[in-house]
């Protein structure tokens, strides 16, 4: 690295004070460890003084591949600003405890003993009144905080909330079909796309470091789409803009595939090999055809194709690949069942082709959508000849109906032979690929052996598994062998708040679900629970919160007032451990300052998107006295055990009847002292550094690699995605010189899928989904929750914050009006007698909340546009639009016995949707 | 370099950019951060068709007519807005049962940097817009110059930079009455006129500016105008794609845009007509002048080419396939350079 000399060092007087900013200290690596997803945006972060002056890209990513634009210089605005929240207002610098009533805003600093003292003594309350799973933490992807409050919870036996079943950003139809959610392609791969679907994402505001690719794309040929009610700001730089009728996308992805297969420009090898759309259906009972059928005996889940040449064939259960075999994709054949009658089945295609003939074509598709018959054919023979990419956000799954949505997006790229190769696909959400950090947690000793040891035993687990099912892939065996180690039940948000916060009313209220079910909403839940297909959480009222991370008040569909008047009541002690004022800490009982990005050792949360391990490096001392959670955790710890010293506790049994030993719990926390530095406080950097070797060891990271070699590079790329859940259900290789694309394994290798029938699976013949007629993908109008009011509220992430992160950073308010607002059409707001920047009500039967409006034709005509994340702080009463999200679950997601719809951690259970919500505005004068 | 008078220049391409303000805010993060520079953010990024910031800055005059200085009006500090303080301590620690929420303090804003972000025009579903980030134009005429009665007001010879000695500066404000594009800001705590200084300390130093550097976008050309290597002399130049903003202004700015090509309209039956951009042609001659059409037309060529499978050496430019030849000459790494011991 060439140094360049200071120039002209003869100053003259005025421009001194612009080359003064123009100067620092030290440079560390920076990033934020936040789940700004993608994130892993390197920074170089300036110091002087000791203070955090500034921050700035570093812009030192290699090119992966040649003729493929480079990854520099990744960044957003709130990036470009992040140390403004060290030192800025909403800064927490000491403990305080309420001294009002909570959310009264009346706050006592005290010491860290004191907050200490109070906070263990509820922790040992809960644990000897109900046991450890009475203390309660909410699920966050905010990575610099979830090891280790994931690590202090495991360590006393307390409750996490599931993560996914709680915000849920989890692709509900991606699961259905694919039996995992988390496809993701590294972002520069969609430079190779010659056709972008944007369908329910907004890039503009919530990929800046990535969206080039697109504009870049573009530039190289492709055509890019999008498609969304609004005109939003990802039309910008698209060259059609489909302006779809709300929640009617399944109906739209449906004509798609009905042109394509109409028009037969479909891959049909493609489909007949990933996909069971060639798998038979009896027509007597519209269930598949199976062993268990034809011979009386063998699996349930053995499915038949049809050979033209010599008629049954049992679907290979191992290998997708059919090495040309052209098995019947249509006709109406004959089996003999084992009894000796005999039954019609068609390929499931067929059943596809006669349901979208009779429902979906281009014309009939328009009374539903809106859109013209001519954009369904251009499209549909776009896709049908391009490498086509669809750009998915966290959007379709919050609709009632997002699986519908889903699964009709993945048919588009199943017809048209849309994954495992490059510039194709379909993209979600995935994490995990740094494995050494679990490795870590695990271990009993620290070094290598340890870690080989467990890496060892992990190994002759997946073994195990294949050896009893050969047909098994790796992938298959992790993620059976995740879902059987599933966590207690009470980790599933919608039991806990039908539980504790009185949710299950809302769930049974007629119009507000599917209204065209045989069934209540109860009905099904109570099967699904007779069944076995879920276990009884147990019912104790929780005592502690721990909010580290989360942020509960603010984020919750179905609002803050409903948790504070049934779940706050029964709360003992709620505790935010946070860097800033949240929402939630508002209402705690006590707040405790955390070191932020900058003032502690970390990563951002590594990606498939950008495929690196980026460090965030300590640039800082924590200001005031605020300090890293991993040493926040074990001081509790401590504290834990001295109160119960005192009270004569040593031992105690979790609700699944483990033993916890309270005198244990710090040398299980510090790996017997290895993580505590000679103060005994914990030392975060030995422990970062051993996560690291563990990642090489684990074969993710390249050999060689350590924390000194991080100080140095600032980031490292994975060479391996592991053996994660979401790391390995990318299925594919990653290539030191190529874009990454998942679903590799599948195309070229023939892997099958983690799903019941071992193929994308769009025939669903469990027995909920043939009472819905949701065994194939379908269009069903979104139901009206919230009452029967004329507009629907639509969401997605702003532009100004990570969540709620950045909204009280000085410099990003000045980048908006400075506070939350709706976006509405002129014409809904003439016909109310709103004008611009005025103040509404807006409500429902659910809630309300006060707003300003902000007027924009690019917004749909009954269409209400309430971005996601402005902090609640922010409105009038600090009650906020989750005040009027019912907080609904789709019945389905409690389906279960049917292979990849049994529960999963992260992934499948019931979770909760909030858009296109009905609502009413209106004026309310200015407060 | 002797005494050659030399241009530096930028080129963004408002095909790439999306408004994500993280020009705006590097540079705030960098430049105004004291008391009187706090309302000032010499790059704004705005929604257009709209009002922009300083508000309805299109009808306060300036630049020259027939040749000649014509004065327009200097920004009001309203016009600006912005620079807002808000209550946090009344929301955080505010010991009253009320929950007052998070405000500006004072007299509330009815303007700001960005207020009618993503308000745009047009009726839907034709709605459009696009995002134009603004900053001193550097101009090869720059009539802040001309009007400034202290002599404060220079252009340097090396690189074009358009300076104000702020010693020197006596605060009249005829810079602001002067400047057609209104990018010049009062300092009411020193009583001086203050704006873009192209990052001067970070040119000095081979860095490119911080808009360009830490544009995610990556499309802010950086580098001098007769460069014919470099991509912004092509881009203006040869292939005539990049035009100024206002050219009627009379100033000859030396910062450049590649126009944008917005989707495709609906009909009234609602298909789709093929053959228009929903931006309306008008629009971006009112912005960009009557060139802008062959820029459009050019680039639409262009990309017809690569749409075709074909290849082309404008898209080549464009796309940037490594971020450094953004910035020419300009691509020193800012920790490289070593800092003088305190
Ligand atoms: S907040 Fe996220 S996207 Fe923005 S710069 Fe930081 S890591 Fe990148
Ligand atoms: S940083 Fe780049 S993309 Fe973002 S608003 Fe500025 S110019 Fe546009």
């Not at chain 1, 946070?578 to 929402?583: A, V």
């Not at chain 2, 095909?15 to 010499?42: F, H, P």
């Not at chain 2, 802010?220 to 040869?238: A, T």
């Amino acid at each position: 690295m060439a140094a360049v000399m200071k120039s002209e060092p003869v100053y003259t007087s005025w421009k001194d004070i612009y080359r003064d900013k123009w100067q620092w200290d030290e440079v560390y690596w920076g990033s934020h460890c936040v789940d700004c997803y993608p994130g892993c945006c390197p920074m170089r972060v300036y110091v002087r003084d000791g203070i955090v002056w500034r921050e700035e890209q570093s812009g030192s990513f290699d090119t992966i591949e040649e003729g493929v634009p480079d990854f520099n210089p990744m960044g957003c605005q709130k990036g470009a600003c992040w140390s403004q929240s060290l030192y800025g207002p909403d800064r927490l610098l000491y403990p305080l405890k309420r001294v009002g009533e909570r959310g009264e805003g009346k706050w006592n600093r005290v010491t860290w003993d004191e907050a200490l003292t109070d906070i263990a003594g509820s922790m040992l309350d809960a644990i000897q009144e109900y046991g450890p799973h009475t203390i309660i933490r909410e699920g966050t992807p905010e990575y610099s905080t979830v090891m280790s409050t994931v690590k202090f919870m495991a360590t006393i036996g307390a409750q996490g909330i599931d993560m996914n079943g709680s915000i849920n950003d989890f692709s509900i139809g991606l699961y259905e079909t694919f039996g995992k959610f988390s496809p993701v392609s590294s972002a520069d791969d969609w430079f190779h796309s010659e056709l972008i679907l944007i369908w329910h994402m907004n890039p503009v505001f919530t990929r800046i470091p990535f969206y080039h690719f697109i504009a870049e794309a573009r530039y190289n040929g492709a055509e890019v789409v999008n498609i969304s009610p609004d005109i939003n700001p990802s039309h910008t730089h698209a060259d059609y803009q489909v302006a779809i009728n709300g929640a009617t996308d399944a109906a739209f992805g449906l004509a798609i595939v009905q042109v394509i297969l109409e028009e037969k420009i479909a891959d049909w090898d493609f489909m007949r090999e990933q996909t069971d759309l060639g798998y038979l259906v009896r027509s007597d009972n519209g269930k598949y055809l199976r062993e268990t059928d034809v011979t009386g005996e063998g699996r349930e889940d053995q499915m038949y194709q049809w050979d033209p040449d010599s008629g049954l064939k049992k679907a290979d259960r191992g290998d997708c690949r059919l090495h040309g075999l052209q098995i019947a994709l249509q006709g109406t054949f004959e089996a003999t069942l084992a009894d000796g009658s005999k039954v019609e089945v068609r390929p499931a295609l067929e059943l596809l082709r006669d349901h979208i003939n009779a429902n979906y074509t281009p014309e009939l598709q328009q009374a539903i959508t809106g859109v013209h018959p001519d954009t369904i054919r251009m499209l549909a023979r776009k896709v049908a000849a391009k490498r086509t990419n669809i750009m998915l956000g966290y959007n379709a799954c919050k609709f009632y109906h997002g699986d519908l949505i889903e699964r009709a997006m993945c048919l588009v790229l199943a017809v048209s032979g849309n994954w495992g190769k490059q510039g194709t696909g379909i993209r979600s959400w995935a994490s995990g690929m740094h494995e050494g950090e679990e490795i870590v947690m695990a271990k009993q000793a620290p070094g290598a052996q340890a870690a080989e040891a467990i890496i060892a035993a992990r190994e002759a687990q997946f073994e195990a598994y294949k050896a009893k099912d050969p047909t098994a892939t790796t992938e298959i065996a992790i993620r059976d062998i995740t879902r059987l180690d599933n966590p207690p039940v009470a980790s599933i948000p919608a039991f806990f708040w039908r539980d504790h916060c009185g949710y299950g009313e809302r769930w049974n209220t007629p119009g507000w679900g599917d209204d065209s079910l045989p069934r209540s909403f109860d009905d099904y839940m109570n099967e699904a629970m007779s069944k076995g297909w879920w276990k009884e959480p147990p019912k104790d009222p929780p005592q502690v919160l721990i909010e580290c991370g989360g942020n509960m008040l603010r984020r919750t569909r179905g609002g803050k007032t409903a948790l504070l008047n049934t779940l706050w009541p029964k709360l003992k002690k709620i505790v935010t451990i946070d860097f800033r004022i949240s929402q939630t800490a508002l209402y705690a009982d006590y707040v405790l300052p955390a070191a932020q990005h900058y003032e502690k050792i970390g990563f951002s949360i590594p990606t498939p998107h950008v495929l690196n391990l980026n460090l965030s490096d300590q640039a800082t001392q924590p200001a005031g006295e605020a300090r890293d959670e991993w040493d926040i955790y074990l001081a509790l710890l401590k504290k834990m055990q001295e109160l119960g010293k005192e009270r004569g506790l040593t031992t105690y049994e979790s609700y699944e009847g483990d033993t916890y030993n309270l005198e244990e719990m710090v040398n299980k926390y510090t790996l017997n002292g290895y993580f505590q530095d000679e103060e005994g406080n914990f030392d975060n950097e030995k422990l970062k550094d051993e996560g690291i070797r563990d990642s090489v060891l684990c074969g993710v990271l390249p050999f060689g690699t350590t924390l000194e070699t991080l100080r140095e590079e600032g980031h490292v790329r994975f060479i391996d995605m592991g053996v994660s859940p979401m790391g390995s259900a990318q299925a594919s290789p990653i290539e030191k010189d190529k874009t990454f694309v998942p679903f590799r394994n599948h195309t070229e290798q023939g892997h099958p899928f983690p799903t019941y029938a071992r193929r994308a699976q769009f025939y669903i013949d469990h027995e909920w989904f043939l009472e819905a007629n949701e065994q194939l993908p379908t269009y069903k109008p979104n139901p009206r929750a919230g009452g029967n009011y004329p507009l629907g509220m639509t969401s997605g992430h702003n532009r100004w914050s990570i969540h709620a992160m950045n909204q009280a950073n000085e410099v990003i308010l000045g980048t908006h009006r400075g506070e939350p607002n709706i976006m509405v059409n002129p014409d809904d707001a003439s016909d109310r007698g709103v004008e611009d920047d005025g103040l509404v009500r807006v409500y429902n039967d659910v809630g309300e909340f006060i707003v300003r409006v902000k007027i924009a034709p690019n917004v749909k005509p009954g269409q209400v546009i309430s971005y996601n994340g402005w902090a609640g702080f922010q409105y009038t009463g600090w009650s906020g639009a989750n005040e009027a999200e019912p907080g609904m679950v789709k019945w389905i997601g409690f389906a279960g016995g049917y292979g990849h719809l049994n529960h999963m951690p992260n992934e499948w259970q019931p979770i909760p949707v909030s858009r296109w919500t009905r609502c009413e505005f209106e004026k309310v004068e200015n407060a | 370099m002797g005494s050659k008078k030399r241009q530096l220049a930028m080129v963004f391409d408002l095909n790439k950019c999306i408004g994500c303000q993280t020009c705006s805010v590097a540079c705030k993060m960098l430049w105004t951060r004291d008391e009187g520079t706090d309302y000032q953010w010499w790059c704004t990024v705005n929604t257009i068709p709209g009002r922009g910031s300083p508000r309805d800055w299109e009808q306060m005059g300036g630049g020259y007519k027939d040749g000649k200085l014509s004065m327009g009006k200097a920004p009001e500090r309203s016009d600006f807005g912005g620079g807002w303080d808000f209550n946090y301590d009344e929301v955080f620690y505010g010991k009253s049962a009320e929950k007052v929420p998070l405000r500006v303090v004072g007299e509330q804003p009815d303007w700001g940097p960005n207020w009618d972000e993503d308000q745009g025009g047009g009726e839907y579903p034709n709605s459009y817009y696009y995002y134009l980030p603004r900053l001193c134009n550097h101009c090869t005429n720059p009539a802040c110059v001309e009007a400034c009665p202290s002599g404060a007001m220079y252009k340097r010879d090396q690189d074009g930079i358009v300076l104000r000695d702020e010693s020197a500066c006596q605060g009249t404000r005829k810079c602001a009455e002067a400047c057609p594009y209104k990018k010049i800001y009062f300092n009411h705590q020193r009583g001086i006129s203050q704006h873009c200084i192209m990052c001067l300390p970070r040119i000095e130093d081979g860095v490119a500016p911080a808009c360009a550097r830490q544009c995610p976008g990556r499309l802010v050309f950086v580098g001098y105008l007769d460069d014919e290597s470099g991509p912004i002399h092509k881009l203006v130049s040869e292939w005539k794609v990049a035009v100024a903003l206002h050219p009627e202004y009379g100033t000859k700015p030396n910062i450049f845009y590649v126009p944008p090509i917005g989707p495709k309209p609906i009909n009234d039956d609602g298909s789709i007509d093929e053959n228009r951009n929903r931006i309306p042609d008008e629009l971006l001659e009112q912005q960009f002048g009557p060139d802008v059409h062959q820029a459009l037309a050019t680039l639409q060529a262009e990309m017809a080419k690569t749409k075709a499978g074909g290849q082309s050496d404008l898209m080549d430019i464009l796309i940037v396939y490594e971020w450094k030849h953004l910035f020419s000459e300009f691509t020193v790494d800012p920790v490289d350079i070593e800092q003088e011991a305190n």
